[in-house]
Nanobody, 129 residues
Framework: QVQLVESGGSLVQPGGSLRLSCLAS????????IAWFRQAPGKEREGISC????????YYADSVKGRFTISRDNAKNTVYLQMDTLKSEDAAVYFC??????????????????????WGQGTQVTVSL
């Protein structure tokens, strides 16, 4: 059974940093790519990053490229999203999602990519003075 639990969301000032964690159930990271989505009030859900279980390749939306870094620690069953130089527009609920090994790129072009069926409950990130 695939279970995902996000943590690390908080209130941070513009320009600050946060690290989100996505704890997955056993063996999930070996078989599923993990993506991060976010959704702000009144806005469409946005796929922002993905790490492939196939070869470890990473993908980023233009809106976060150069500021966010996705990584994984298989021994800890955890995927991280390091977020630096945060902006007010980064404020949202962040979700991690498990999907097919070779479909990371789809995360960046669809708010509901096929096969990404397992979602965490989300963690709130607020960026404000």
């Amino acid at each position: 059974q695939v279970q995902l639990v996000e943590s690390g969301g908080s209130l941070v000032q513009p320009g600050g940093s946060l690290r989100l964690s996505c704890l997955a159930s056993e063996n999930v990271l070996e078989h599923y790519s993990i993506a991060w989505f976010r959704q702000a009030p009144g806005k469409e859900r946005e796929g922002i990053s993905c790490i492939s279980s196939h070869d470890g390749s990473t993908y980023y939306a233009d809106s976060v490229k150069g500021r966010f870094t996705i990584s994984r620690d298989n021994a800890k069953n955890t995927v991280y999203l390091q977020m630096d130089t945060l902006k007010s527009e980064d404020a949202a609920v962040y979700f991690c999602v498990a999907g097919p090994p070779r479909r990371c790129r789809m995360v960046l072009t669809s708010s509901t990519p096929p096969g990404y069926d397992y979602w965490g409950q989300g963690t709130q990130v607020t960026v404000s003075l």
